[in-house]
């Protein structure tokens, strides 16, 4: 039921993108439609989800932090395997598989991460990667509701990760499906508190947080920043030593670094 419900959301945004009229940008046609839900992600966030991740951030301990990320990477993993092999990535496939196991085994159904010390690095991979290798590089930004950042390519990808790859939809026990990814929107908004900093001192929040999605995702396609995406755009440098002066956030560009944006990683829990 969950995953009908992400699908529907995803395959109706991307349909009424079709009927509206494309802007100026190339990389953001429909940024009068994205930016309308930006404002209502914004409001939704406000009221729902900063909250409950403020407490979740003070009142839980960081190792109990760190083991609950660890599980959800794991878990993350199911995914990766499945594109490696559909990019015939045969190493990463290999490698990824291991990591799965050992740290489903050995890490307590991965809330240890046992794997990285045994030289198995945590390794991302999604659909919309396998869709660009595949040559879908190029694909118009999209605002999902409620989800987040994203573009055509990915929610579409998001939307067969989850329901094919990940195990939610699988769960009989909605109690508890819902209750896992409850935890883990709230842990993945919490990351993200660290960060807010960088948000409330651009000119233009909604340009930033699309500038640097896009950035993310470029880079993970081909390894290279894109040449022009808008006035808002991130330089790489200047982020990395905004982020070393500031403890907190060196901290959790630390965490959400591993994957893309975790933004992004909201969009397939």
């Known amino acids: 039921m969950h995953s009908k419900f992400i699908s529907v959301i995803i395959i109706s945004t991307c349909l009424l993108t079709a009927c509206i009229k494309r802007g100026p940008n190339p990389a953001d046609p429909y940024e009068s ?19 409950p991740a403020r407490l979740y951030k003070a009142v839980i301990p960081g190792p109990v932090k760190k083991g609950v990320d660890n599980f959800y ?16 990535e045969w190493k990463h496939s290999i490698r990824d598989s291991w990591r799965f196991a050992i740290n489903s085994t050995l ?30 590089k190029q694909s118009p930004y999209l605002m999902v509701p409620l989800l987040g950042p994203s573009t055509i390519r990915d929610a579409m990808g998001s939307t067969f990760d989850y329901s094919i790859f990940m195990p939610y939809p699988y769960l009989n026990d909605y109690a508890l499906m819902y209750s896992l990814l409850g935890v883990r929107y709230v842990d993945l908004r919490a990351q993200l508190l660290d960060t807010e900093k960088l948000m409330a001192e651009a000119l233009d929040p909604y340009a930033f947080m699309r500038d640097a999605y896009l950035q ?24 990395g030593d905004y982020i070393d002066d500031d403890p907190a956030l060196a ?18 829990a």
């Open 251 to 268: 901290s959790a560009e630390s965490n959400n670094g591993k994957k893309t944006d975790a933004s992004h990683r909201t969009l397939s």
């Open 107 to 136: 890490g307590v159904g991965g809330i240890f991460d046992v794997a990285t010390g045994m030289g198995l690095p945590e390794h991302y991979n999604d659909l919309g990667l396998t869709f660009a290798r595949w040559g879908d």
């Open 33 to 51: 439609f994205n930016r309308k839900i930006y404002k209502f992600n914004v409001a939704v966030d406000a009221t729902l989800l900063k909250p």
């Open 73 to 88: 990477t794991n878990i993350h993993m199911l995914p990766a395997v499945a594109n490696d092999l559909l990019q015939t």
């Open 216 to 239: 993310s995702r470029n880079f993970q396609i081909n390894g290279q920043s894109p040449a022009n995406l808008g006035s808002n755009y991130v330089d790489e440098e200047e982020l």
